[in-house]
């Protein structure tokens, strides 16, 4: 069976207050074909784009939404960059989920003050519509954690970004929101990084499994080893 552990309300607390996730941002070789993947198979609606035509000249990005869920969809436009260079070592993947935040600048304040390692200085982005505040910290592997506080935006998403429709509107597939995500991380630093996430953002270990738990007859040598974390008081997303 697999171990409970109930959070301690009584000591619980949120470092900084994370009202739930603000998008997931994938890194991918075609952002294009990959944006048209997920609207078929899971029924995300093209709303957004920002690229050469918006003035990035780096990256394409397009991005998708159903109900709170946002995803951005990130390819290179070129063979160099970190992003080429992210793609070409893992292949497809998540880089980016950011947290919702009412103070970004507090947050990544209280984040790096307890250890957490800085990947971008709180930074505010401004168009007509508004301004965002966005920061970032390193978690495990090269996935980081952006911190957004977009309470003086009233914009689709982000400066950069313009609105982008498709005749093609599949119907959704009734998701809603974000409710975990899952980080992979090296053999034998589970604890370091649960203590991470308790130390750095005052998350608590809900509940564990162990290989016990989790390997069958045919899995034994490869058996996983979970723990899952969360924020004291989420709400769902901006």
């Not at 991470?196 to 080893?225: C, H, P, Q, R």
């Not at 899952?228 to 769902?236: D, F, G, I, L, Y």
């Amino acid at each position: 069976m697999a171990t409970a552990v109930k959070p301690d309300t009584s000591t619980a607390h949120d470092t900084f207050p994370i009202n739930g996730t603000d998008y997931i941002e994938f890194w991918v070789g075609n952002a294009k074909q990959s944006a048209l993947y997920y609207r078929a198979a899971f029924g995300y609606e093209l709303i957004g784009y920002r690229g050469p035509e918006t003035g990035v000249r780096d990256r394409a990005s397009y991005l998708l939404q159903q109900d709170k869920i946002r995803l951005v969809l990130t390819s290179a436009l070129g063979p160099q960059g970190p992003i080429a260079e992210h793609v070409a070592l893992h292949g497809d993947g998540v880089r980016d989920i950011a947290f919702w935040v009412d103070d970004a600048r507090d947050a990544h304040a209280k984040a790096v003050e307890r250890g957490a390692r800085s990947m971008r200085a709180p930074e505010v982005l401004k168009d007509e519509h508004g301004e965002i505040v966005i920061a970032a910290i390193a978690t495990y592997g090269e996935t980081i954690h952006s911190i957004v506080e977009r309470r003086n935006y009233k914009g689709l998403f982000f400066p950069g970004f313009v609105p982008m429709r498709s005749e093609y509107t599949p119907a959704g597939t009734g998701l809603k929101y974000v409710d975990h995500c899952v980080g992979n991380v090296e053999l034998g630093k589970m604890n370091v990084w649960c203590k991470f996430y308790e130390d750095v953002m005052g998350f608590k270990n809900l509940i564990s499994f162990d290989d016990k738990d989790i390997s069958t007859e045919y899995s034994v040598e490869i058996a996983l080893s979970s723990k899952e974390m969360s924020c004291v008081k989420p709400r769902t997303s901006a």
